[in-house]
């Protein structure tokens, strides 16, 4: 009897283990399913927001756009203390120089004047009070910190030569009345204020589009995508008609193979 037993529970044994097989590759067949189905709704998502309007052209979000880490915060209010701080000091050195007419080499000059005749009564007065001495920072500029600022402002200005350039030789009629009717726009704005105010309501601007933005970003894009439809209707119906009868410069010899 007790060798029936036994040969019974070890025929019993592989059918649990077949079962259970059976139900582990299922378990598994699910998983990978949901899982496969999880990465192609990923697909369709990023798809679909690939195919949405962004304006400029925009493809990063609006902090990356900024360059990120702290400017970018800055910007966008992340710290609004900082934030608020740093537009109010912009906002009183343009009241300190444009209303109150105050000018920069004087302000320079009485700050160097006060900031010396501090520290020199301090070190002074250290050695009758029994204080430690005022600690000057040793500010050295390394020689390779400036050859990577000259190297990025030669890279840059070389960058916008070839633009101005390339506008120039007449090959792209659209990017040429582009630059034409910014200059001219920043023309006006220049002839209304001067370069301090104007580099004050650029400031200002920075503060507060790119926050505005980024809170109706989805509004702004629609709008704006209704409105560069309508552009590039009105823009082809003038190609149309005028400019594609003004002569164009030379076209760029092609590379021989």
């Known amino acids: 009897m007790a060798e029936l037993e036994g040969e019974r529970e ?46 400029f052209g925009r493809e990063k979000p609006v902090h990356k756009v900024l360059g990120g880490g702290k400017p ?12 608020a701080g740093v537009l109010g000091g912009a906002t009183a050195v343009w009241v300190f120089f444009e209303l ?10 009485h700050l160097s004047i006060f900031s010396l005749a501090v520290l020199f009564l301090w070190s002074n007065a250290s050695n009758f009070l029994n204080k430690p001495p005022p600690k000057i920072p040793e500010v050295i500029l390394s ?13 840059e200005i070389n960058r916008g030569f070839v633009v101005l350039r390339d506008i120039a030789s007449g090959r792209d009629l659209k990017k040429f009345l582009a630059v034409i009717a910014g200059l001219w726009a920043l023309s006006l704005v220049g002839s209304c204020c001067n370069i301090l105010t104007l580099l004050y309501i650029s400031f200002v601007l920075l503060h507060t589009v790119p926050v505005l933005y980024e809170k109706y ?13 309508e552009i590039k209707k009105q823009y082809a119906v003038l190609d149309e008609k005028y400019l594609s009868k003004i002569p164009k410069g030379p076209l760029k010899e092609k590379k021989k193979d």
Do not use: M
Request: hydrophobic fraction near 35%; charge should be negative; include cysteine.
């Open 100 to 109: 109150l007419e105050y000018h920069l080499i004087t302000l320079l000059c």
């Open 217 to 229: 970003e989805d509004q702004v894009d629609a709008y704006s995508e209704k409105t560069w439809i």
């Open 72 to 83: 970018a915060d800055v910007f966008l209010w992340r710290n609004k203390k900082i934030s």
């Open 143 to 155: 020689e390779k910190c400036v050859r990577e600022v000259a190297s990025e402002l030669r890279i």
């Open 10 to 55: 070890r025929e019993r044994e592989p059918v649990a283990e077949s079962v259970e097989d059976k139900i582990t590759e299922k378990i598994d067949g699910g998983d990978s399913s949901s899982s496969s189905s999880s990465d192609s709704d990923d697909d369709k998502l990023d798809a679909v927001k690939s195919k949405v309007f962004r304006l």
